[in-house]
């Protein structure tokens, strides 16, 4: 009797409304822990879901953690260290693949940056010079009322920390 013959053993599967049971796998279905877990229906994670929900894990569970001290204490200076330590070895010890450059250069595209960044810094210059009068406040003085609740804070982080890390993986 051949192989394929055989019927293939039970295992964990779930339905279309997503829930778990016993019996045989779908057609195309991977079958084993993942599966079970419903991660197979997050193609989003790609490989290793496991160790990226982890890292997610710990990665949101730090910027709770490091979004609870108080603005420019030691305790800040160290929450954000440690991560752009850790992205910067990274960074160093695997350096990206090199990008060629374009062949050219998308002039209204990068004139709608530059003006968009020049105007920022006009702002948060003009304002510093002023001293800040309450009728033209220093984006800082916009953005801090903002992020005063811990969630939004902790939140700030985890994209402070996913914008670094695509930056190194990129």
């Not at 991660?39 to 290793?48: S, T």
């Not at 801090?144 to 902790?154: A, K």
């Amino acid at each position: 009797m051949a192989a394929e013959n055989l019927p293939a053993a039970p295992t964990d599967t779930a339905d279309a409304a997503g829930r778990l049971g016993r019996g045989m796998p779908a057609e195309g279905a991977g079958a084993g822990p993942a599966r079970a877990l419903g991660v197979a229906r997050m193609p989003w994670l790609g490989p290793q879901p496991a160790r990226k929900l982890l890292v997610g894990g710990i990665v949101v569970a730090y910027a709770w953690v490091a979004s609870a001290s108080a603005p420019f204490s030691t305790r800040a200076l160290i929450s954000v260290l440690i991560p752009g330590a850790i992205l910067g070895a990274i960074a160093y010890g695997r350096p990206p693949e090199r990008i060629p450059p374009p062949e050219s250069i998308d002039v209204a595209g990068f004139s709608y940056w530059i003006v968009t960044l020049a105007l920022l810094f006009e702002w948060e210059a003009s304002a510093f010079r002023a001293g800040a009068p309450w009728w033209h406040p220093t984006l800082t003085d916009l953005i801090n009322p903002m992020l005063t609740p811990h969630p939004v804070r902790g939140a700030a982080f985890v994209l402070w920390i996913a914008a670094g890390w695509g930056l190194v993986k990129r």
